[in-house]
């Protein structure tokens, strides 16, 4: 089915570029064409001075050549073997390509709003660069070969890979400052709506960003050790929420999901503010309460940016709805975020002048952050948002994957059950570092379903890969879920076996980058190690409790900006009678 609906995409760039070219050869009939490809003959009928290079002429020069100086030749051969193939031979969609060059012609009209509709019709657009088209990048790749050139009708080409191999050197060239696509909107509502000096972690790129990546690190870091405790009731307080919202068929509701999303609020609001907010109270939440409005507007921004950031950009030139809907949310968000950041200055400030003694268990992230001379107020405010709108996004989707996976392969759940049995009641980080089939379960489960199924780089300079000369300034990207499902680096890769991770079936020096699910190198997660602590508590205390089923259809991942899956995570939830 997906591959129809590529191949009539394609038809359609096609047939586009076809009505194209007619055209515009109709309307240049009496001039030369200078818009002819390289590797096209001009289709005009202009009389030029014959030029008599007869092709046996040139044989026999060579023939000559080769005769006098073999090893000349011979070298020159070797030479050109050994150079790189220009970036204009990479393949792929030949639509683009004619579209890309008979638009260069036209007449710009001073209006970008033209340029950005232009540029959606023809799949050069954010939909392409946030990879919800999975199904069309295989398409592509099969279509074309392991790297895929998509001709940018405004410049700004695209290059597909999702070979390991390819990837290694994209990251080995990367630089210390490497640079890959951002939230747009979100770069715009901070640096021209709220006029901060920097857009975030996650925008950032430079030595501005790797200042703010050395403070934020090492604190993300402290505060987890110290708030371990808290994340582990945190969870013991989802179980208790969970066996609250359990039908008589011992299923959850279909908004299990949200539940999801307000235990992950709750573990990182705790790490943040040192406070636990309330958002897995059993006697649910008030509509006037302020987690309730932090929950709603945190679902609301998600949305707005998947509305900004998916589609024709028109906000940029306008005021749309969805613009003006990010705006109040994220409104809304700091100024509770900005309440709690004043709370923190004061307590350190009274701290100070009474010269008290500071518990480790007592400090908070904000309190890490406000101790760095580095980090100003605005920058705390942008990290901790982007924890809130990406982190807990992304935590959440790995979490349901991660309770999918076992319900679906019942044996895997009876093995892990029986590692974590020989667990202590109270649980701590070290635990983790004994349970290496807990953590070959989440690495299988984010292999199959990765947080990011697909990474961009911006090349800082030029690169060769797979023989062809990529020039710097390219935008790359690397789809890494695809690399992650070929039997060439996982037997059996679509299914769940964890135990290849315990083994030596995986290639170890494939293995970083055949699955990347949190990124790679400077630009990856910084939030990774408090992601994967969560999930490991999350599934330990609900397997202590629960055996873990589902019998509905089967649920895949959207591959959107900001994942989610395509269906409610209907799991029953049956108690252990050993629990």
């Known amino acids: 089915m997906w591959r129809l609906i590529c191949k009539k995409n394609v038809t359609k760039f096609n047939s586009a570029a076809g009505f194209f070219a007619r055209n515009f050869a109709d309307a240049h009939k009496t001039a030369a064409s200078p818009f002819a490809l390289p590797s096209e003959p001009s289709t005009t009928s202009i009389s030029k001075p014959e030029e008599k290079l007869p092709f046996s002429n040139i044989v026999s020069k060579t023939e000559m050549v080769v005769n006098q100086r073999p090893d000349v030749s011979l070298k020159v051969q070797e030479e050109d073997l050994h150079k790189p193939i220009p970036f204009d031979e990479v393949p792929g969609p030949t639509a683009l390509r004619y579209i890309s060059k008979i638009w260069s012609v036209i007449p710009i009209f001073g209006n970008q709003v033209t340029t950005s509709t232009l540029q959606y019709v023809l799949s050069a657009g954010s939909q392409i660069s946030w990879g919800n088209n999975l199904a069309l990048f295989r398409y592509l790749l099969n279509e074309y070969g392991p790297v895929v050139r998509l001709h940018g009708p405004f410049g700004g080409d695209v290059v597909i890979l999702s070979r390991p191999e390819h990837a290694s050197v994209v990251f080995q060239n990367e630089g210390p400052y490497p640079i890959r696509s951002s939230l747009d909107c979100v770069e715009k509502y901070r640096l021209q709506y709220r006029l901060y000096r920097q857009a975030g972690p996650f925008s950032m790129h430079g030595p501005e960003w790797e200042t703010l990546r050395k403070s934020i690190e090492p604190a993300l870091e402290q505060s987890l050790n110290y708030q371990c405790d808290r994340i582990a009731k945190t969870c013991d307080n989802f179980v208790g929420r969970t066996m609250v919202i359990r039908n008589r068929q011992l299923e959850v509701p279909k908004s299990y999901k949200e539940e999801l999303n307000k235990w992950c609020l709750e573990c990182l609001c705790g790490i943040m503010f040192n406070k636990n907010l309330g958002f897995l109270d059993t006697k649910g939440l008030s509509s006037t309460a302020e987690t309730s409005i932090l929950l709603d507007s945190l679902s609301e921004a998600t949305h707005a940016i998947r509305k900004c950031e998916f589609g024709l950009h028109m906000w940029k030139f306008f005021e749309t709805p969805a613009w003006k809907r990010l705006v109040q949310n994220c409104d809304t968000i700091d100024h509770i975020l900005g309440s709690y950041l004043k709370k923190s200055q004061e307590k350190l400030r009274e701290r100070k002048e009474k010269n008290l003694e500071t518990k480790p268990e007592d400090v908070s992230l904000i309190d890490c952050f406000l101790v760095k001379d580095s980090m100003v107020v605005e920058d705390i405010l942008t990290v901790l948002l982007d924890m809130m709108l990406l982190g807990v996004n992304m935590t959440t989707h790995s979490a349901a994957f991660m309770m999918y996976h076992l319900a679906r392969n019942p044996r895997v759940q009876h093995n892990l ?64 879920n695809l690399s992650s499902l070929r039997e060439e680096h996982f037997e059996d890769a679509l299914k769940f076996k964890p135990e290849r991770w315990l083994g030596m079936e995986v290639n170890k020096d494939m293995e970083a980058l055949a699955t990347i699910p949190f990124g790679l190198g400077p630009k990856a997660c910084l939030a990774k190690n408090l992601a994967e602590v969560q999930i490991c508590f999350l599934i330990i205390k609900m397997l202590r409790k629960f055996r873990i089923e589902y019998h509905y259809g089967d649920i895949e991942s959207n591959n959107q900006l900001l994942a989610a899956p395509t269906r409610p995570l209907k799991f029953r939830l049956v108690d252990r009678l050993d629990g």
């Open 417 to 480: 059950y029986q590692e974590i049995s020989k667990l202590p009641e109270n649980l701590t980080r070290d635990d983790l570092n004994n349970l290496p089939y807990l953590k070959a379960c989440l690495h299988e489960s984010l292999r199959l379903k990765p947080p990011m199924p697909v990474l961009s780089r911006i090349l800082t300079k030029d690169i060769t890969v797979h023989g062809y000369r990529i020039p710097k300034g390219t935008f790359m990207l690397i789809a890494t």
